[in-house]
């Protein structure tokens, strides 16, 4: 018989990355207890709905048997939403960090060639705000529980949710291990990242602009001359129009709008030059 632990561990078979991404995500748990906390969501939420749905097949005569398939559907879709969890918050800080990695990347070229030692214009960066900063006082807390720079770079470089802030450390990296100035691979390396912000702003305009046309047709055009065809073809025909049919006109109108705000907002840039 499966005890728990048994359980945990083929959980984790079926997510092998859940335990890099939770570190990525800076979800400070055990990867048994964020399982666990897993189980538990889904059981409340599978059974709070479970009752939900139990309370319209009682009120539509609907037979509760059906609740037999339903429970470990709802259970099902819970628990896989939960172990997701890691990778919609990597994917929001990969956001935030993208929008500050020219910031933290340029701050660190100018304070080194200043002539300030590298761990000290990491300290000073780790006192800045925004998420830049907090990657800094990250790097900054394990070069002081003694380990040594170029490892506590790679293991920022490692789990670093972004790929741009991975190509600054990794040219540092290197840097430090030839033993040459770091000046130079960094400013190249932030000119690249430039370029391709540019590029990324670029194809964003010509995205925004086909969104732009299809919202103003399928939100603007459509209903407006849709709705008048409606109303003259209706009054013609003696169609029965009720306030009701206005009220449903109104509530799709609200919906399709929603929707293309969640669009517009998804496909919004992290970009900052």
């Not at 006109?249 to 969640?262: A, D, E, G, R, Y």
């Amino acid at each position: 018989m499966l005890d728990i632990v048994d359980i945990i561990r083929q959980v984790a078979v079926y997510f092998p990355n859940i335990k890099k991404e939770l570190y990525r995500a800076h979800i400070k748990v055990r990867l048994e207890d964020f399982i666990k906390k897993a189980f538990v969501f889904s059981t409340v939420g599978s059974v709070s709905l479970s009752v939900f749905f139990g309370l319209l097949f009682m009120t539509f005569g609907v037979s509760l048997l059906f609740l037999l398939l339903i429970l470990p559907a709802l259970f099902a879709f819970f628990f896989y939403y939960y172990m997701l969890t890691p990778k919609y918050m990597i994917i929001k800080r990969q956001r935030e960090l993208d929008r500050e990695v020219l910031f933290a990347g340029r701050f660190l070229l100018v304070k080194v060639h200043s002539g300030t030692p590298l761990i000290k214009a990491i300290e000073e960066g780790a006192q800045g705000y925004g998420i830049s900063g907090k990657y800094f006082k990250e790097i900054l807390d394990d070069i002081n529980l003694g380990t040594p720079i170029e490892r506590a770079l790679e293991n920022a470089m490692n789990y670093s949710p972004s790929e741009k802030f991975r190509k600054i450390l990794f040219q540092i990296i290197t840097a430090l291990k030839v033993g040459i100035d770091i000046t130079g691979p960094l400013k190249e390396t932030l000119d690249e990242i430039t370029a391709e912000q540019l590029n990324e702003i670029k194809r964003y305009g010509k995205k925004l602009n086909s969104l732009a046309m299809f919202y103003m047709l399928l939100a603007v055009v459509m209903p407006s001359l849709g709705m008048t065809m409606f109303v003259v073809i209706g009054s013609l025909i003696k169609l029965p129009i009720t306030p009701r049919v206005y009220i449903g006109v109104l509530f799709f109108l609200f919906i399709l709008q929603f929707i293309f705000v969640i669009i517009f907002k998804g496909t919004r840039l992290a970009v900052n030059l």
